[in-house]
């Protein structure tokens, strides 16, 4: 079974303080996805990543950056946290190696308030 | 501009009747459809998936129907359970963008005993 575990389940955070989130993986899963849900939203796409090293914008980048050095690992980092980053984060990781028809697998979820 | 939509937020059913979600989606370039299922303080897990050469995919009681020329798909749950109560996301994918997902909104399903 695949395994994505997120450092936290429930974080709270102050205006302006930098806040990091962690996701590891460990099926040696080439893409990794960093989505905030809220409600009536869905789910709304970050940062993705299909490589070490490699980053790509999502859908709602602004005031998010990534990291990901390790494979199994993917950072989502928010610069100064502002009380509209107040959401549920969720992390992902899908196979890659070319093929569309991917499934992603998604962590627990961290939920963050920011106040 | 959302391309993959759940217009209805929620649905009750009955347990034992047929629920039924529905999807639509703009964007003719999407070849890999997926239905995931989402508890409260949880992540999403996945449930069925089906490729747009197909018009039905079925893995027990969940069976999804995809038409593409109305740009729609339906996940049907025959029989329905108290614990299929959930928010079930429709997504979609296309080739050559990374294995990115496109979510619609979610539609909340409360399945009464």
């Known amino acids: 079974d695949v395994k994505v575990t997120q450092s936290s389940r429930y974080l709270v955070k102050r205006t302006g303080e930098k806040v990091f989130l962690e996701c590891v993986q460990d099926?040696?899963?080439?893409?990794m996805f960093w989505y905030r849900q809220d409600p009536g939203l869905g789910l709304r796409l970050i940062y993705f990543s299909y490589d070490v090293k490699m980053k790509e914008k999502g859908d709602i980048p602004e005031g998010y950056s990534v990291s990901r050095e390790k494979k199994e690992r993917f950072s989502l980092i928010l610069e100064s946290a502002s009380t509209n980053q107040t959401s549920m984060y969720l992390c992902?990781?899908?196979?890659?190696?070319?093929?569309?028809?991917?499934?992603?697998?998604f962590g627990p979820g961290t939920r963050l308030l920011v106040l | 501009d959302q391309q993959v939509k759940q217009n209805s937020p929620s649905l009750s059913v009955q347990e034992g009747r047929i629920s039924i979600l529905n999807c639509d989606y703009t964007n003719s370039m999407f070849d890999y459809f997926l239905w995931y299922k989402k508890y409260p303080a949880e992540g999403p897990t996945f449930l069925i998936s089906i490729s747009s050469i197909k018009d039905k995919n079925e893995d027990g009681r969940f069976t999804v129907f995809l038409n593409k020329s109305a740009k729609h798909l339906s996940l049907h749950i025959v029989p329905s359970q108290p614990g299929d109560s959930a928010v079930y996301f429709c997504a979609a994918s296309m080739y050559n963008q990374g294995g990115k997902l496109i979510f619609g909104q979610g539609t909340e399903l409360s399945v009464k005993p």
């Open positions: 099926m040696d899963h080439e893409n």
């Open positions: 992902a990781s899908s196979l890659a190696g070319g093929s569309t028809q991917e499934t992603q697998y």
